[in-house]
């Protein structure tokens, strides 16, 4: 397994700022993933983080609103742009290590926005 | 259409009392099979992964199985602390990116 740490755990912002989460992973691991979960909901695949490329977004998820960086094989960030209150939920980070299909997820951020 | 649905979504048992919770899912092709239990607030725990028809995996009170349609998570004397709720995921075997299709969960609530 992965031990995954997220900061900040918890933020409360305004409409219209920009929030980056930062995900860092205690080993090197080559697949690295984005996850929204919304209130009452289950999660939902934002965009797989590259090292070295552009990140692949799912379908209804766009880089100008939710761009990711991924400088190395250990940390990501993901930036939510221009809040608004739709955008209030947990954001997670997870990684698959090398070794298997099993995917291990961050404790989360929960983002509150008014 | 790959899809996961997960039953019932919320179970409300007595201490001890066990009971299962059901993973139906439809995938053309299955990489593997994930149960997570996730508390309020706080990111999913892995607790299992199944990979083929027949396979059972244990880990205290909790017991996974896997069919070719579905997956059952076993909970036997279950406590207060077992209250969470518990998610599966499926991973296509087409899908190379590592994309999971979640179910909604089923709320487990564990009364004394």
């Known amino acids: 397994s992965a031990v995954i740490s997220q900061k900040p755990s918890r933020d409360i912002c305004q409409r219209g700022t920009s929030l980056t989460i930062q995900c860092q992973v205690d080993s090197q691991v080559t697949m690295m993933f984005w996850y929204r979960q919304q209130p009452g909901q289950s999660l939902t695949l934002i965009a797989t983080a590259n090292q070295g490329s552009e990140a692949t977004y799912e379908s209804g998820f766009v880089i100008d609103k939710f761009p990711i960086s991924r400088p190395n094989l250990t940390f990501s960030t993901l930036t939510v742009s221009n809040m608004s209150p739709e955008d209030s939920s947990i954001y997670l980070c997870?990684?698959?290590?090398?070794?298997?299909?099993?995917?291990?997820f961050g404790p989360g951020t929960r983002l509150t926005v008014l | 259409e790959d899809q996961v649905t997960q039953s019932p979504e919320a179970l409300r048992l007595q201490e001890g009392e066990s009971s299962s919770l059901n993973c139906s899912y439809t995938v053309s092709g299955l990489r593997g099979l994930f149960w997570y239990r996730q508390d309020p607030g706080k990111g999913p725990e892995f607790l299992f992964t199944?990979?083929?028809a027949g396979e059972e995996k244990e880990k205290e009170r909790l017991k996974a199985t896997l069919t070719k349609k579905e997956s059952f998570l076993h909970i036997t004397a279950p406590k207060p602390e077992d209250s969470a709720t518990y998610l599966c995921a499926v991973h296509p075997l087409y899908n190379q990116g590592g994309k999971l299709i979640f179910g909604q969960g089923t709320e487990l609530s564990v009364k004394p």
């Open positions: 199944l990979y083929s």
């Open positions: 997870s990684v698959e290590p090398p070794e298997g299909v099993t995917q291990y």
